[in-house]
Nanobody
Framework: QVQLVESGGGSVQAGGSLRLSCAASGHRYAYSAFNMAWFRQAPGREREGVATIARNKRTIYADSVKGRFTISQDNAKNSLYLQMNNLKPEDTAMYYC????????????????WGQGTQVTVSS
C-alpha cells in the first residue's frame, strides 16, 4: 500500500523558514506520476489545501501562501517537499502530504493517500 511520511516540521519565529519533506513508498509506479499535494489543518479550522503538483508538473498554491511557499519533487528519492519562507503565525498548523495516482484533486481534500502529518508552529 502507498505510504506517506512527513518530516521537517518544528517551531520557528515569524519570518523564518522550514522545509517539509514527504517520503513516499509502497507503490509500483514512480511517484513522479502521482498528483501530490500539501494540506494543513489548524485547531478549529477545516483542512485546507496549501499547494499541489500534478502529474504534468503544474503547480497550484493557495492565495495565502503564494510567493512564500514552493512545492517540489525529487523523483530519485520519491520525495515531496514544501519550502516555506517568510512564515507567519497563521501558518501554524498540522501539515499533511497527500497523493493520488490518477485524479488531480487540485486543493480539494479528496486524495486517497495521506501521511500522519508534521506540526508547524510559528510564533510572533
Amino acid at each position: 500500500q502507498v505510504q506517506l511520511v512527513e518530516s521537517g516540521g518544528g517551531s520557528v519565529q515569524a519570518g523564518g523558514s522550514l522545509r517539509l519533506s514527504c517520503a513516499a513508498s509502497g507503490h509500483r509506479y514512480a511517484y513522479s506520476a502521482f498528483n501530490m499535494a500539501w494540506f494543513r489543518q489548524a485547531p478549529g479550522r477545516e483542512r485546507e489545501g496549501v499547494a499541489t503538483i500534478a502529474r504534468n508538473k503544474r503547480t497550484i498554491y493557495a492565495d495565502s501562501v503564494k510567493g512564500r511557499f514552493t512545492i517540489s519533487q525529487d523523483n530519485a528519492k520519491n520525495s515531496l517537499y514544501l519550502q516555506m519562507n517568510n512564515l507567519k503565525p497563521e501558518d501554524t498548523a498540522m501539515y499533511y502530504c497527500a497523493a493520488d495516482p490518477w485524479v488531480d484533486w487540485l486543493l480539494q481534500p479528496k486524495y486517497p493517500y495521506w501521511g500522519q502529518g508534521t506540526q508547524v508552529t510559528v510564533s510572533s
